[in-house]
Protein backbone atom coordinates (compact mmCIF):
# COMPACT_ATOMS: atom_id res chain seq x y z
CA UNK A 1 0.00 0.00 0.00
CA UNK A 2 1.20 3.42 -1.05
CA UNK A 3 0.72 7.16 -0.25
CA UNK A 4 -0.89 8.96 -3.09
CA UNK A 5 -1.22 13.32 -2.90
CA UNK A 6 -4.96 14.21 -3.83
CA UNK A 7 -5.88 17.02 -5.22
CA UNK A 8 -8.32 19.19 -2.55
CA UNK A 9 -11.78 18.83 -4.90
CA UNK A 10 -11.28 15.07 -4.60
CA UNK A 11 -10.53 15.65 -0.40
CA UNK A 12 -13.32 17.16 -0.48
CA UNK A 13 -15.48 14.67 -1.89
CA UNK A 14 -14.10 11.92 0.62
CA UNK A 15 -14.94 14.49 3.64
CA UNK A 16 -18.10 14.50 2.22
CA UNK A 17 -18.29 10.60 1.49
CA UNK A 18 -17.20 10.37 5.27
CA UNK A 19 -20.05 12.41 6.71
CA UNK A 20 -22.75 10.87 4.16
CA UNK A 21 -21.72 7.16 4.92
CA UNK A 22 -22.72 5.52 7.61
CA UNK A 23 -19.49 3.16 7.72
CA UNK A 24 -16.28 4.32 8.34
CA UNK A 25 -14.36 4.68 4.86
CA UNK A 26 -10.85 3.43 4.52
CA UNK A 27 -8.80 4.15 1.15
CA UNK A 28 -6.29 1.45 -0.09
CA UNK A 29 -3.60 2.42 -2.78
CA UNK A 30 -2.11 -0.61 -4.91
CA UNK A 31 1.05 0.00 -6.86
CA UNK A 32 -0.33 -0.78 -10.44
CA UNK A 33 -0.10 2.15 -13.02
CA UNK A 34 -1.28 1.08 -16.52
CA UNK A 35 -0.88 4.03 -17.98
CA UNK A 36 -4.67 4.15 -18.90
CA UNK A 37 -8.23 4.37 -17.38
CA UNK A 38 -10.84 2.05 -17.21
CA UNK A 39 -13.56 1.04 -14.20
CA UNK A 40 -11.97 -2.17 -13.12
CA UNK A 41 -8.96 -0.03 -11.21
CA UNK A 42 -11.00 0.33 -8.27
CA UNK A 43 -13.34 -1.96 -6.27
CA UNK A 44 -15.44 -1.07 -3.11
CA UNK A 45 -16.92 -3.58 -0.29
CA UNK A 46 -17.88 -3.66 3.48
CA UNK A 47 -15.28 -5.49 5.69
CA UNK A 48 -15.15 -5.45 9.24
CA UNK A 49 -17.54 -3.04 9.39
CA UNK A 50 -15.92 -0.35 7.19
CA UNK A 51 -15.88 0.42 3.70
CA UNK A 52 -12.74 -0.72 1.94
CA UNK A 53 -12.17 1.65 -1.51
CA UNK A 54 -9.29 0.01 -3.39
CA UNK A 55 -7.21 1.85 -5.64
CA UNK A 56 -5.81 -0.87 -7.75
CA UNK A 57 -4.33 1.47 -10.63
CA UNK A 58 -3.20 5.16 -9.57
CA UNK A 59 -2.83 6.24 -12.98
CA UNK A 60 -4.90 8.74 -12.39
CA UNK A 61 -6.07 8.99 -8.39
CA UNK A 62 -8.31 11.59 -8.61
CA UNK A 63 -10.02 10.56 -11.66
CA UNK A 64 -10.82 6.83 -9.84
CA UNK A 65 -11.04 8.07 -6.63
CA UNK A 66 -13.97 10.98 -7.46
CA UNK A 67 -15.39 8.05 -9.34
CA UNK A 68 -16.12 5.91 -6.73
CA UNK A 69 -17.04 8.15 -4.57
CA UNK A 70 -19.34 9.45 -6.42
CA UNK A 71 -20.91 5.95 -7.34
CA UNK A 72 -21.45 6.04 -3.48
CA UNK A 73 -22.67 9.29 -3.17
CA UNK A 74 -25.22 8.80 -5.26
CA UNK A 75 -26.79 5.66 -4.22
CA UNK A 76 -27.19 7.44 -0.80
CA UNK A 77 -29.09 9.60 -2.32
CA UNK A 78 -31.98 6.95 -2.78
CA UNK A 79 -31.66 5.98 -6.41
CA UNK A 80 -33.20 3.03 -8.41
CA UNK A 81 -30.64 -0.29 -7.22
CA UNK A 82 -30.52 -3.62 -9.63
CA UNK A 83 -30.45 -7.09 -7.75
CA UNK A 84 -29.46 -10.15 -8.83
CA UNK A 85 -32.55 -12.04 -6.96
CA UNK A 86 -32.72 -14.79 -9.99
CA UNK A 87 -30.35 -18.54 -11.38
CA UNK A 88 -30.63 -19.66 -14.40
CA UNK A 89 -28.58 -22.69 -12.34
CA UNK A 90 -25.83 -21.97 -15.39
CA UNK A 91 -22.86 -20.50 -13.44
CA UNK A 92 -21.50 -18.85 -16.68
CA UNK A 93 -24.33 -17.55 -17.81
CA UNK A 94 -25.56 -16.15 -14.79
CA UNK A 95 -22.21 -14.22 -14.15
CA UNK A 96 -22.74 -13.09 -17.95
CA UNK A 97 -25.52 -11.44 -17.53
CA UNK A 98 -24.98 -10.31 -14.61
CA UNK A 99 -21.68 -8.54 -15.75
CA UNK A 100 -23.26 -7.17 -18.83
CA UNK A 101 -26.70 -5.81 -16.68
CA UNK A 102 -24.63 -4.41 -14.01
CA UNK A 103 -22.12 -2.30 -16.72
CA UNK A 104 -25.27 -1.05 -18.91
CA UNK A 105 -26.95 0.27 -15.26
CA UNK A 106 -23.61 2.00 -14.57
CA UNK A 107 -23.47 3.55 -17.67
CA UNK A 108 -26.94 5.28 -17.24
CA UNK A 109 -25.56 6.50 -13.55
CA UNK A 110 -22.27 7.61 -15.62
CA UNK A 111 -24.61 10.36 -17.31
CA UNK A 112 -24.72 12.12 -13.82
CA UNK A 113 -21.28 11.23 -12.63
CA UNK A 114 -19.04 12.39 -15.61
CA UNK A 115 -20.72 15.21 -15.43
CA UNK A 116 -19.82 15.52 -12.00
CA UNK A 117 -16.37 14.60 -12.58
CA UNK A 118 -16.16 17.37 -15.61
CA UNK A 119 -17.41 19.69 -13.02
CA UNK A 120 -14.34 18.86 -11.14
CA UNK A 121 -12.15 19.73 -13.57
CA UNK A 122 -11.41 15.89 -14.29
CA UNK A 123 -11.87 15.84 -17.55
CA UNK A 124 -8.61 17.11 -19.43
CA UNK A 125 -7.49 16.04 -22.99
CA UNK A 126 -5.04 14.01 -20.78
CA UNK A 127 -7.89 11.82 -18.75
CA UNK A 128 -9.63 11.41 -22.39
CA UNK A 129 -6.76 10.09 -23.97
CA UNK A 130 -6.30 7.61 -20.91
CA UNK A 131 -9.86 6.55 -21.42
CA UNK A 132 -9.56 6.31 -25.01
CA UNK A 133 -6.37 4.17 -24.61
CA UNK A 134 -8.11 1.95 -21.96
CA UNK A 135 -10.75 0.86 -24.57
CA UNK A 136 -8.51 0.26 -26.75
CA UNK A 137 -6.13 -1.48 -24.46
CA UNK A 138 -9.54 -4.00 -23.54
CA UNK A 139 -11.10 -4.16 -26.91
CA UNK A 140 -9.19 -5.57 -30.36
CA UNK A 141 -11.09 -4.50 -33.35
CA UNK A 142 -13.19 -6.81 -34.81
CA UNK A 143 -13.70 -9.09 -37.39
CA UNK A 144 -14.15 -8.60 -40.43
CA UNK A 145 -16.44 -11.11 -40.76
CA UNK A 146 -18.72 -12.97 -38.41
CA UNK A 147 -19.08 -12.46 -34.69
CA UNK A 148 -16.73 -13.32 -31.81
CA UNK A 149 -17.06 -13.83 -28.16
CA UNK A 150 -16.57 -10.30 -27.16
CA UNK A 151 -18.69 -8.55 -29.09
CA UNK A 152 -21.03 -8.01 -25.85
CA UNK A 153 -18.16 -6.32 -23.94
CA UNK A 154 -17.66 -3.94 -27.46
CA UNK A 155 -20.95 -3.05 -27.55
CA UNK A 156 -21.09 -2.47 -23.22
CA UNK A 157 -17.92 -0.17 -23.26
CA UNK A 158 -18.84 1.58 -26.26
CA UNK A 159 -21.95 2.83 -25.27
CA UNK A 160 -20.18 3.64 -21.84
CA UNK A 161 -17.73 5.52 -24.47
CA UNK A 162 -20.42 7.74 -25.59
CA UNK A 163 -21.59 8.74 -22.10
CA UNK A 164 -17.99 9.79 -21.25
CA UNK A 165 -17.39 11.19 -24.48
CA UNK A 166 -20.45 12.12 -26.03
CA UNK A 167 -21.92 11.19 -29.28
CA UNK A 168 -20.65 13.99 -31.49
CA UNK A 169 -16.94 13.91 -30.58
CA UNK A 170 -15.95 13.34 -34.14
CA UNK A 171 -12.36 11.74 -32.99
CA UNK A 172 -13.68 9.02 -30.98
CA UNK A 173 -16.74 8.61 -33.78
CA UNK A 174 -14.06 7.84 -36.66
CA UNK A 175 -11.65 5.70 -34.29
CA UNK A 176 -15.19 3.60 -33.12
CA UNK A 177 -16.58 3.53 -36.95
CA UNK A 178 -13.18 1.86 -38.27
CA UNK A 179 -12.24 -0.51 -35.35
CA UNK A 180 -15.73 -1.54 -34.52
CA UNK A 181 -18.39 -0.42 -36.54
CA UNK A 182 -21.09 -2.79 -35.41
CA UNK A 183 -20.68 -2.91 -32.36
CA UNK A 184 -20.86 1.20 -32.51
CA UNK A 185 -23.65 0.92 -34.45
CA UNK A 186 -25.63 -0.97 -31.52
CA UNK A 187 -23.95 1.48 -28.97
CA UNK A 188 -25.59 4.49 -30.89
CA UNK A 189 -28.53 2.70 -30.24
CA UNK A 190 -28.20 2.20 -26.52
CA UNK A 191 -27.28 6.23 -26.06
CA UNK A 192 -30.17 7.04 -28.64
CA UNK A 193 -33.08 5.03 -25.92
CA UNK A 194 -31.15 6.16 -23.02
CA UNK A 195 -31.47 9.52 -23.70
CA UNK A 196 -34.92 9.43 -25.06
CA UNK A 197 -36.38 11.22 -22.29
CA UNK A 198 -34.60 13.28 -19.57
CA UNK A 199 -32.83 11.20 -16.79
CA UNK A 200 -34.14 13.60 -14.05
CA UNK A 201 -35.26 12.25 -10.67
CA UNK A 202 -35.75 8.39 -9.82
CA UNK A 203 -38.10 7.82 -12.14
CA UNK A 204 -36.25 9.18 -15.24
CA UNK A 205 -33.59 7.07 -13.90
CA UNK A 206 -35.82 3.89 -14.24
CA UNK A 207 -36.85 4.30 -17.14
CA UNK A 208 -33.90 4.82 -19.43
CA UNK A 209 -33.03 1.58 -17.46
CA UNK A 210 -35.86 -0.48 -18.62
CA UNK A 211 -35.19 0.91 -21.94
CA UNK A 212 -31.86 0.45 -22.37
CA UNK A 213 -32.28 -3.36 -21.45
CA UNK A 214 -34.88 -3.31 -24.13
CA UNK A 215 -32.86 -2.21 -26.66
CA UNK A 216 -29.70 -4.22 -25.60
CA UNK A 217 -32.04 -7.50 -26.76
CA UNK A 218 -32.97 -5.59 -29.81
CA UNK A 219 -29.52 -5.23 -30.52
CA UNK A 220 -28.42 -8.49 -29.40
CA UNK A 221 -30.75 -9.63 -31.76
CA UNK A 222 -29.89 -7.57 -35.03
CA UNK A 223 -26.60 -9.01 -34.55
CA UNK A 224 -27.87 -12.44 -34.36
CA UNK A 225 -26.54 -13.30 -31.00
CA UNK A 226 -28.83 -14.79 -27.65
CA UNK A 227 -30.47 -12.24 -26.25
CA UNK A 228 -30.24 -12.02 -22.44
CA UNK A 229 -33.60 -10.25 -21.57
CA UNK A 230 -32.41 -8.33 -18.75
CA UNK A 231 -35.61 -7.03 -17.93
CA UNK A 232 -36.70 -9.89 -16.29
CA UNK A 233 -32.93 -11.82 -14.64
CA UNK A 234 -32.00 -8.29 -13.22
CA UNK A 235 -34.61 -6.80 -10.37
CA UNK A 236 -34.78 -2.97 -10.68
CA UNK A 237 -36.46 -1.15 -7.67
CA UNK A 238 -40.03 -0.07 -8.54
CA UNK A 239 -40.57 3.37 -8.49
CA UNK A 240 -44.64 3.95 -7.20
CA UNK A 241 -46.43 6.31 -7.06
CA UNK A 242 -49.31 7.94 -4.26
CA UNK A 243 -52.25 6.13 -6.94
CA UNK A 244 -50.50 3.28 -7.51
CA UNK A 245 -49.27 2.31 -3.80
CA UNK A 246 -53.35 2.29 -3.19
CA UNK A 247 -54.06 -0.04 -6.13
CA UNK A 248 -54.61 -3.69 -6.34
CA UNK A 249 -51.28 -5.73 -6.93
CA UNK A 250 -53.29 -7.19 -10.15
CA UNK A 251 -53.85 -3.56 -11.24
CA UNK A 252 -49.98 -3.14 -11.44
CA UNK A 253 -48.27 -6.00 -11.63
CA UNK A 254 -48.11 -9.27 -13.57
CA UNK A 255 -46.69 -12.69 -11.52
CA UNK A 256 -44.64 -14.84 -14.35
CA UNK A 257 -43.23 -18.05 -13.42
CA UNK A 258 -39.84 -17.47 -14.23
CA UNK A 259 -38.42 -21.19 -15.07
CA UNK A 260 -35.61 -19.54 -12.99
CA UNK A 261 -34.68 -19.93 -9.24
CA UNK A 262 -34.61 -17.15 -6.02
CA UNK A 263 -30.68 -17.45 -5.60
CA UNK A 264 -31.13 -17.37 -1.84
CA UNK A 265 -33.52 -19.93 -1.46
CA UNK A 266 -32.63 -22.02 -4.59
CA UNK A 267 -36.60 -22.77 -4.84
CA UNK A 268 -38.86 -21.65 -8.01
CA UNK A 269 -39.42 -18.14 -8.65
CA UNK A 270 -42.03 -15.92 -9.67
CA UNK A 271 -41.53 -12.15 -11.07
CA UNK A 272 -43.26 -9.24 -10.01
CA UNK A 273 -43.10 -7.64 -13.71
CA UNK A 274 -44.44 -4.08 -14.34
CA UNK A 275 -47.70 -4.08 -16.15
CA UNK A 276 -46.36 -1.50 -18.39
CA UNK A 277 -43.04 -1.66 -18.78
CA UNK A 278 -42.34 -5.74 -18.26
CA UNK A 279 -39.70 -5.19 -16.05
CA UNK A 280 -38.54 -7.18 -13.02
CA UNK A 281 -39.52 -5.09 -10.00
CA UNK A 282 -39.50 -7.83 -6.98
CA UNK A 283 -39.16 -12.24 -7.00
CA UNK A 284 -40.84 -13.80 -4.65
CA UNK A 285 -41.30 -17.90 -3.85
CA UNK A 286 -44.77 -19.05 -3.37
CA UNK A 287 -44.94 -21.43 -0.24
CA UNK A 288 -44.94 -25.26 -1.42
CA UNK A 289 -48.76 -25.60 -0.51
CA UNK A 290 -51.79 -23.78 -0.88
CA UNK A 291 -49.81 -21.78 -3.67
CA UNK A 292 -53.00 -20.97 -5.42
CA UNK A 293 -54.43 -19.47 -2.19
CA UNK A 294 -51.75 -17.43 -2.09
CA UNK A 295 -51.55 -16.38 -5.02
CA UNK A 296 -54.99 -15.42 -4.49
CA UNK A 297 -54.73 -13.26 -1.83
CA UNK A 298 -51.74 -11.68 -3.05
CA UNK A 299 -53.12 -10.38 -6.08
CA UNK A 300 -55.81 -9.00 -4.14
CA UNK A 301 -53.65 -6.95 -1.79
CA UNK A 302 -52.94 -3.22 -1.98
CA UNK A 303 -49.46 -2.20 -3.32
CA UNK A 304 -48.68 -0.65 -0.20
CA UNK A 305 -49.77 -3.65 1.88
CA UNK A 306 -47.71 -5.95 0.04
CA UNK A 307 -44.60 -4.03 -0.46
CA UNK A 308 -44.54 -4.06 3.74
CA UNK A 309 -45.53 -7.51 4.83
CA UNK A 310 -42.75 -8.32 2.45
CA UNK A 311 -40.19 -6.16 2.79
CA UNK A 312 -39.94 -5.26 -0.87
CA UNK A 313 -38.01 -2.14 -1.40
CA UNK A 314 -39.38 0.63 -3.14
CA UNK A 315 -39.12 4.52 -4.15
CA UNK A 316 -41.73 6.89 -4.87
CA UNK A 317 -42.30 8.79 -7.98
Same mark, same amino acid.
Given at each position: ?????????????????????????????? !??????????????????????????? +???????? #??????????? $?????????????????? *? $??????????????????? $?????????????????????????????? #??? @?? %?????? +???????????? @? $?????????? @? /? =??????????????????? +????????????????? !???? !???????? *?????? #???? %?????????? %????????????????? !?????????? /?????????? =????????????? /???? +??????????? /????
Amino acid at each position: MQEVNLNEQTKELLKKARIGFPNEIKIIYK !DEKAGFIRHDQAQQYLSGGKLIIEVDD +VTCPDYTL #THELLHLLVRI $NNIPEIIFNLTTKNQNLD *N $NFLATGFELYNSILHFDIY $NMQQEMGLFSEKIQELYLKGIRETLKPEPT #TGI @DD %VMVLRI +VQLFDALVFFGK @D $NQKIVTIFEQ @D /Y =PRAYHAAKKLFEAATKKDL +VGVQGIHRAVVRVFTQF !DECL !DELGLMGM *NLREFV #TLTP %VISERQLKLE %VRQVFNLKNSQMYDVYQ !DKAAYIGLGI /YNGQNSFVIT =PPATNSDEFFKDL /YGMR +VANFFDKFEIP /YLKR
